[in-house]
């Protein structure tokens, strides 16, 4: 049982997209938006990532929070289309290593996403833990963007998951995006995370400077930090190279996804390597090939 639960928080704080908990703070608003892209003028120009985007993350009293702000090189109709709508996400968020299926469903006039979110190998659905996000939508207007996906409770004691984005237009034909997610958590899944964090999360960090050694090498956030970090990094790409994949015709459209997801990971490879790319994109084929089959 032991072992379950290490693994059982492996993936769910791998999965961190599932977040926001009760403490998440509201969406900025056009106004808020476009306020926060100029106070973050010097970050997006120049930093660790070597693309225009701040990440930030915290850690409260049994709950998880991060928050990534990005210039994206896609005009915000684009955007705005492609996320705008709860069609896409599950083509967006298959394309994280743990999640294992999504499906979109309209239950009682609800708009539903099942997820299902596993380990960083192949598994069939019945080894996996499901999560149902309630699909919110917000604005979508010609100059704001914003929607959120809500799950009250998760595996064990987890609960209060959402995942929030906003966007606005910026000059030449980009838009700033800001993704937030957390989730809270009690006892059990405490204490599973302590068991993880002991083993094989032990060696993990994220990308926040904690401080320097003695030769000024950056020695990073671990922890649970680290765990949201690394996972706000793979969503946002997921959400990009959902984005860069429509330039591809329809039918080369999940390959471009593919590649470009993993490509823009293994940029970070202390942080965010897991599998070679050819386990990968195996995976991801086969999964996205069961994502499209009715549903069970």
């Known amino acids: 049982m032991r072992s379950r639960f290490i693994s059982f928080f492996a993936l769910l704080l791998a999965l961190a997209l599932q977040a926001a908990c009760a403490q998440a703070e509201p969406l900025a608003g056009p106004t808020g938006l476009k306020n926060r892209y100029e106070e973050l003028q010097g970050e997006l120009a120049s930093n660790q990532f070597k693309r225009p985007i701040y990440l930030n993350s915290s850690e409260g009293s049994g709950a998880v929070k991060g928050d990534i702000y990005a210039v994206l090189p896609y005009p915000f109709a684009q955007v705005r289309e492609a996320l705008g709508t709860p069609e896409n996400w599950c083509d967006i968020l298959i394309l994280h290593l ?11 006039g609800k708009t539903l996403l099942r997820m299902h979110v596993g380990k960083k190998i192949e598994q069939d659905l019945s080894d996996t833990y499901r999560v149902d ?11 704001y963007l914003s929607s959120t996906m809500q799950a009250d409770k998760g595996p064990l004691d987890t609960s209060d998951y959402r995942i ?3 966007a606005i237009p910026l000059p030449e034909g980009r838009s ?3 993704l937030t997610y957390s989730y809270s958590y009690g006892m059990a899944s405490k204490l599973a995370l302590r068991a993880y964090l002991m083993t094989v999360g032990r060696d993990k960090v994220g990308f926040t400077i904690a401080k320097r050694g003695a030769g000024g090498e950056p020695q990073y956030v671990d922890g649970t930090r680290a765990t949201v970090e690394r996972n706000t990094m793979r969503y946002y790409m997921a959400i990009d190279a959902y984005l860069a994949g429509l330039v591809a015709p ?13 490509a823009a990971t293994e940029q970070y490879p202390r942080q965010l390597h897991e599998v070679d790319r050819a386990a990968y994109l195996s995976m991801k084929r086969n999964e996205y090939a069961r994502q499209q089959k009715p549903a069970e």
Do not use: M, V
């Open 133 to 143: 996000f309630n699909y919110r939508g917000g604005a979508n207007g010609a100059d």
């Open 176 to 178: 700033f995006l800001h």
């Open 98 to 108: 743990n999640t294992k299926y999504c499906r979109l469903s309209a239950p009682q």
């Open 250 to 262: 329809p039918e080369q459209r999940l390959e471009k996804r593919l590649e470009t997801w993993f």
């Open 164 to 166: 929030q984005i906003e």
